[in-house]
C-alpha cells in the first residue's frame, strides 16, 4: 500500500457486501481510508466484535430503521489503536488503545476492516490488563445489558427473569444483574445450564415446562423480566409476572405496548462503556468469546453467527 498523510495508508482491507442479501453477498476488498472528522479518530482496528444486527441489515431487515449506503463495512463494535485525531478530540492521542461502539447514523464504514473512524462520543480507553479481542466483544453487548437493567430498574433483593441469558449480551446482563444484588433465573439450552451456575443464576430451560419451573423457584412471579431472545418469549410473561413487575425487551416491542414496559435500543455511551471495560478487566465481568476468526475469514465468522447457537461473542482479528 502506498503511504498517505501522516504515514497511513491510502487504502485498506475490508469486508463489504455491495448490495443487500445473504453471507455470499461479503467479500474481501481494497478500500479507501477513512477520513479524520473534526469530532473523529481514525483507529487501526486490532479486533472487531460481530453481532446480529450487522448481518440483519445486511440482509435488509432493518431498511426504514437503519440507512445503509453501499458498499458498505459491517460492524459497530471496535478495540485498536489510535492513528490519527480529529480538531475536538482532546481525550485522546495517537497511540491510546481504545475501545467503542462506533455506531454511526448510516451505515457504511464499520468496523470489520483495517481501519475505521470512531466518533470521540462513543470511545473509552481500554484498560491495562484487558485484551483488545475481550474489548471488542464488550461493547454493544455489554451496553445492551447493562441499558436494558436500568431501564428495567433492576436492584437489590429483585427476582429476576433474563431470557436467552447464555448468549452475547444475555450472559453480561445476568452478571450485570447479580452485581447490582438481584437473584437471577435464566433460560437456556440445558447445555449451557452449568455455564449460567457459574454466571451466578439458576438456569431453566426454554419451552414446555418453562412456567413451572421458573415457578417452582420464584413462587410469587418476577420483579422483572428481561427479554434477549425476541420471538415467542414473552409469551409466558402474563403467568409469570409478579404485579407492579417490569418488563424489558430488545427484541419485541410488546414489552412496550402490551405490557407497559420497555422496549431498549441500545445507545453509545462511553462512560458506561468504560465504566464495563474497568469491570472486565479487575475480572469482575466475565466475557465470554465464541471463537476468533482473521479478517480474511470474517464470512466464515458470520455465517457461525448466523447459527444462532453461539455462546458468548465472535470476534475477528485483523
Same mark, same amino acid.
Given at each position: 500500500?502506498?503511504?498517505?498523510?501522516?504515514?497511513?495508508?491510502?487504502?485498506?482491507?475490508?469486508?463489504?457486501?455491495?448490495?443487500?442479501?445473504?453471507?455470499?453477498?461479503?467479500?474481501?476488498?481494497?478500500?479507501?481510508?477513512?477520513?479524520?472528522?473534526?469530532?473523529?479518530?481514525?483507529?487501526?482496528?486490532?479486533?472487531?466484535?460481530?453481532?446480529?444486527?450487522?448481518?440483519?441489515?445486511?440482509?435488509?431487515?432493518?431498511?426504514?430503521?437503519?440507512?445503509?449506503?453501499?458498499?458498505?463495512?459491517?460492524?459497530?463494535?471496535?478495540?485498536?489503536?489510535?492513528?490519527?485525531?480529529?480538531?475536538?478530540?482532546?481525550?485522546?492521542?495517537?497511540?491510546?488503545?481504545?475501545?467503542?461502539?462506533?455506531?454511526?447514523?448510516?451505515?457504511?464504514?464499520? @468496523?470489520?476492516?483495517?481501519?475505521?473512524? *470512531?466518533? %470521540? !462520543?462513543?470511545? =473509552?480507553?481500554?484498560?491495562?490488563? /484487558?485484551?483488545?479481542? &475481550?474489548?471488542?466483544?464488550?461493547?454493544?453487548?455489554?451496553?445492551?445489558?447493562?441499558?436494558?437493567?436500568?431501564?428495567?430498574?433492576?436492584?437489590?433483593?429483585?427476582?429476576?427473569?433474563?431470557?436467552?441469558?447464555?448468549?452475547?449480551?444475555?450472559?453480561?446482563?445476568?452478571?450485570?444483574?447479580?452485581?447490582?444484588?438481584?437473584?437471577?433465573?435464566?433460560?437456556?439450552?440445558?447445555?449451557?445450564?452449568?455455564?449460567?451456575?457459574?454466571?451466578?443464576?439458576?438456569?431453566?430451560?426454554?419451552?414446555?415446562?418453562?412456567?413451572?419451573?421458573?415457578?417452582?423457584?420464584?413462587?410469587?412471579?418476577?420483579?422483572?423480566?428481561?427479554?434477549?431472545?425476541?420471538?415467542?418469549?414473552?409469551?409466558?410473561?402474563?403467568?409469570?409476572?409478579?404485579?407492579?413487575?417490569?418488563?424489558?425487551?430488545?427484541?419485541?416491542?410488546?414489552?412496550? @405496548?402490551?405490557?407497559?414496559?420497555?422496549? *431498549?435500543? %441500545? !445507545?453509545?455511551? =462511553?462512560?458506561?462503556?468504560?465504566? /464495563?471495560?474497568?469491570? &472486565?478487566?479487575?475480572?469482575?465481568?466475565?466475557?465470554?468469546?465464541?471463537?476468533?476468526?482473521?479478517?480474511?475469514?470474517?464470512?466464515?465468522?458470520?455465517?457461525?453467527?448466523?447459527?444462532?447457537?453461539?455462546?458468548?461473542?465472535?470476534?475477528?482479528?485483523?
Amino acid at each position: 500500500m502506498d503511504g498517505g498523510p501522516c504515514g497511513l495508508p491510502l487504502d485498506m482491507k475490508a469486508l463489504v457486501y455491495s448490495d443487500f442479501g445473504g453471507n455470499d453477498r461479503f467479500e474481501l476488498t481494497d478500500r479507501d481510508q477513512p477520513h479524520v472528522g473534526p469530532d473523529t479518530l481514525v483507529v487501526r482496528v486490532v479486533a472487531a466484535g460481530i453481532n446480529p444486527v450487522d448481518y440483519k441489515i445486511r440482509e435488509g431487515y432493518l431498511r426504514g430503521l437503519i440507512d445503509t449506503r453501499l458498499p458498505a463495512v459491517p460492524g459497530w463494535d471496535v478495540a485498536g489503536i489510535v492513528e490519527q485525531t480529529g480538531l475536538d478530540t482532546p481525550e485522546f492521542a495517537v497511540g491510546d488503545a481504545v475501545l467503542a461502539y462506533a455506531r454511526a447514523d448510516v451505515v457504511e464504514h464499520g @468496523t470489520v476492516a483495517e481501519y475505521t473512524a *470512531v466518533p %470521540v !462520543r462513543t470511545a =473509552a480507553r481500554k484498560p491495562e490488563g /484487558l485484551s483488545f479481542e &475481550a474489548a471488542a466483544a464488550l461493547p454493544l453487548a455489554g451496553l445492551t445489558a447493562l441499558q436494558t437493567l436500568e431501564r428495567a430498574g433492576v436492584g437489590e433483593g429483585q427476582n429476576v427473569l433474563i431470557h436467552g441469558a447464555a448468549g452475547g449480551v444475555g450472559s453480561f446482563g445476568v452478571q450485570l444483574a447479580r452485581l447490582r444484588g438481584a437473584r437471577v433465573i435464566g433460560t437456556a439450552s440445558e447445555r449451557n445450564h452449568e455455564y449460567l451456575r457459574g454466571l451466578g443464576a439458576e438456569p431453566v430451560v426454554y419451552g414446555d415446562g418453562l412456567v413451572e419451573a421458573a415457578r417452582a423457584l420464584v413462587p410469587g412471579g418476577f420483579d422483572a423480566i428481561i427479554d434477549f431472545v425476541g420471538g415467542s418469549t414473552l409469551d409466558t410473561t402474563n403467568e409469570l409476572l409478579a404485579e407492579g413487575g417490569v418488563v424489558a425487551s430488545v427484541a419485541d416491542s410488546r414489552a412496550r @405496548t402490551e405490557f407497559g414496559g420497555h422496549y *431498549v435500543w %441500545v !445507545r453509545p455511551n =462511553a462512560e458506561q462503556l468504560g465504566e /464495563l471495560a474497568q469491570l &472486565a478487566a479487575d475480572g469482575t465481568l466475565q466475557v465470554e468469546i465464541a471463537a476468533t476468526y482473521p479478517l480474511d475469514e470474517a464470512a466464515a465468522a458470520y455465517a457461525e453467527l448466523e447459527q444462532g447457537h453461539t455462546r458468548g461473542k465472535i470476534v475477528v482479528t485483523v
